[in-house]
DNA sequence: TGACAAGCATAGCAATGCAAGGCATAACAC
DNA sequence: GTGTTATGCCTTGCATTGCTATGCTTGTCA
């Protein structure tokens, strides 16, 4: 299981790169993140529709209910301008921190 | 300035990676780590000497006082046989969470 | 008919991050 | 000899927050 600090810092990162694929809804987010991360990340909903709500405040998505095929109802997030802004900000984030710890796991931190 | 989950999920991390290039000190490793992201990654002293402790009584590290050559007093952390470990573990975690988000970065999530 | 999967939601409080502040000494400028 | 900046370590305190636990509904299948 990973550390919560991680999971934290990556939730709203892959909540955004996510729905790059396309509109989806919280259930399947979780399984789909699950199912990329090889059973890595297993998100819990207590955590996760918190987020999305938080999202949708900031408009980085936006919501919209739908009938599945099942007859059942789901709430389907789409991905906003703004969102995609964040996503972009999110990524080189992320690689200024994956970068500077990739240059201390090179065999010989000393000589970079 | 980056997001504080993320400087949160990448600071024991770090700590541990920069000890694999020898012995340092509190102060010294704020700078280090400045220096190494380019300025992106901005520590406080605040934030840090808590998390040394911590990793300390977790026996990740060990400390000592040294007198530097300037006559000045420093406390020199240095990484025991649990922080490589946990080190190993770090990376490894780091690395599905980084596949994961690099999976869908591609140009075309969709086809993967 | 009852058990399980799918699906969304939030209250509540334990845990904690870190800004702010404190202390001490070296180095340097004037 | 004094004012300032950089070096260097430390901790308190409380606002913020993460997420466990819980609750509800509906579909499906045995």
Known sequence: MLAKELVAASTVPLVLSVLTEGENYGYALIQRVRELSGGKIEWTEGMLYPVLHWME???????????????????????????RKALQEEKQQWMSVHETLTKLWQPQPRLT
């Open 57 to 83: 405040k900031e408009d980085l998505i936006e919501s919209e209910w739908h009938e599945a095929e099942t007859g059942r109802k789901r709430k389907y997030y789409r991905l906003r301008k703004e969102g």
